[in-house]
């Protein structure tokens, strides 16, 4: 199985009609290559985000960024062709966006956990999600839509705070070393306290490989443009 990690922070950069200009071809090029290695991997992929729920929430069907500035409609794959929900979550939205922008032939299986959720919950659900896979027998490409510190230079969108560059190194660190344990361990708390506020998704992805460290490890993209912490890389185990 594959598991990705990149940082989506809102505004959703990626997408063209909502950069405003701003040069992040390095980020979109390493997006395009992780998934096309998902891709290679499997025609479905599970997409983990996080979102203001109570329990794990799947979505379905259509959105569009239209809240966000440019009515730009998404499709997360299967027969649910309805009308575009100008509420979907971010993280579907941009999952969808990757898979219509590169990897149209994919079918998505979004689900978010609560932001709320802690260390133990969200381990525990990533545990549970790959132990389902594995059972299955089929390979499967996991895509985390998460996000970073967002308080990295004064010029960010939560300003600047100091806590932030190391918070970021320590994410970034685990996420390239391939280390669920250190990425576990990363302070919930205070992550969301410099705007990593999905990183319940980041601790599900170490409960992804609890007790089996990713076997391959490959990093893609790691800067803060805009003061926002980007990570794009994949583990493969």
Do not use: C
């Not at 390493?30 to 997409?47: F, K, P």
């Not at 996000?147 to 230079?153: E, H, I, N, R, V």
């Not at 490959?218 to 800067?223: F, G, K, N, T």
């Amino acid at each position: 199985m594959f598991a990705a990690a990149g940082f989506v922070p809102s505004p959703p950069v990626l997408v063209p009609e909502l950069a405003g200009g701003a040069d992040i071809h390095d980020l979109r090029k390493a997006v395009e290559s992780l998934a096309g290695t998902l891709a290679a991997a499997a025609d479905r992929w599970v997409v983990v985000g996080a979102g203001d729920t109570d329990d794990v929430r799947e979505l379905r069907g259509t959105g569009t960024f239209a809240g966000f500035g440019a009515d730009v409609a998404v499709h997360l794959g299967g027969n649910d062709l309805g009308a575009p929900d100008p509420l979907m979550p971010l993280p579907g939205l941009i999952a969808g966006w990757v898979r219509a922008t590169w990897t149209p032939h994919v079918a998505l299986d979004v689900r978010l956990v609560p932001r709320a959720w802690d260390r133990a919950q969200a381990t525990e659900f990533g545990r549970g999600l790959r132990a389902r896979l594995d059972r299955e027998r089929e390979v499967s490409a996991v895509l985390v839509v998460a996000d970073g510190a967002t308080t990295l230079t004064e010029r960010a969108p939560g300003a600047f705070d100091h806590r932030g560059p190391e918070l970021q190194a320590r994410l970034d660190d685990a996420l390239a070393g391939g280390d669920p344990s250190a990425l576990a361990e990363v302070p919930g708390a205070l992550a969301r306290e410099v705007g990593v506020s999905a990183v319940a998704a980041w601790y599900t992805l170490a409960g992804l490989f609890d007790g089996a460290p990713p076997a391959d490890v490959v990093e893609l993209y790691r800067a803060a443009p805009f003061g926002v912490g980007y990570h794009v890389g994949a583990w493969r185990g």
